[in-house]
């Protein structure tokens, strides 16, 4: 099951995972609201019960909010982001990400991604609203073998990029939209997983 955040929820994560790697100790709530301007309290507690909801973070002893020590990751990596979906392997190591973004990948259950391993993509379109993957937001995905029922980075018959469900249709790998106004998509000859979706940011709607 892949995990989603806002962009705020995920800097308010990255701002307490740093935080407790460095001083060994969640921030405040206050520290949190100083650090990003909330106006008050009551937006960071949102914020704090959210991600708890989500299982990103616990009450710990003291009443403050953080991540078990096991989550805690003293290094981020940095993470590429791109704007569309790479054309195979060999594209996406000659193409040039976006913009590249800090990001903690023991949030999201991965602990030490080799590079390449782990890689971003600003989904464009409807077709997985269902799912609840909109326009905009950035798909977190891992290379991995994937399996049937997978959200996956996919590259049809050597020419079609697509995020799609990994489904079987009548014995064959196909892929499957989550909106009904999509035909699953069958490939003619190869399909080629490139990254499973493993979790997703939601744009900052303004």
């Known amino acids: 099951m892949s995990r989603l955040l806002t962009e ?3 800097q308010v994560l990255e701002y307490i995972s740093t935080f407790q790697a460095e001083k060994g100790v969640p921030p405040s709530t206050r520290e949190i609201q100083r650090h990003f ?3 008050s309290q009551t937006a960071v507690m949102g914020h704090l019960r959210s991600l708890a909801n989500k299982g990103m973070i616990e009450q710990l002893a ?3 909010w953080g991540l078990k020590a096991t989550e805690i990751q003293t290094h981020l990596f940095d993470l ?3 704007g569309t979906i790479p054309a195979g392997l060999p594209a996406m190591q000659e193409q040039e990400p976006v913009e590249i973004i800090p990001f903690n990948p023991g949030l999201f259950g991965i602990n030490t991604p080799k590079a390449n391993q782990m890689w971003g993509l600003r989904v464009s379109g409807d077709s997985m609203i269902d799912a609840h993957i909109l326009d905009g937001d950035l798909a977190i995905l891992v290379r991995r073998e994937p399996q049937m029922g997978d959200i996956i980075a996919a590259l049809v018959d050597g020419t079609t990029t697509t995020l799609k469900q990994l489904v079987q249709v ?3 790998a196909a892929l ?4 009904k106004k999509y035909k699953d998509f069958i490939p003619e000859e190869t399909l080629e997983a490139q990254g499973v979706l493993i979790g997703l940011i939601r744009r900052q709607l303004r």
């Open 176 to 179: 499957r939209a989550a909106n």
């Open 170 to 172: 009548r014995g064959r």
């Open 37 to 39: 301007q909330f106006a």
């Open 8 to 10: 705020r929820q995920h």
């Open 62 to 64: 003291g009443r403050v």
């Open 80 to 82: 590429p982001v791109y």
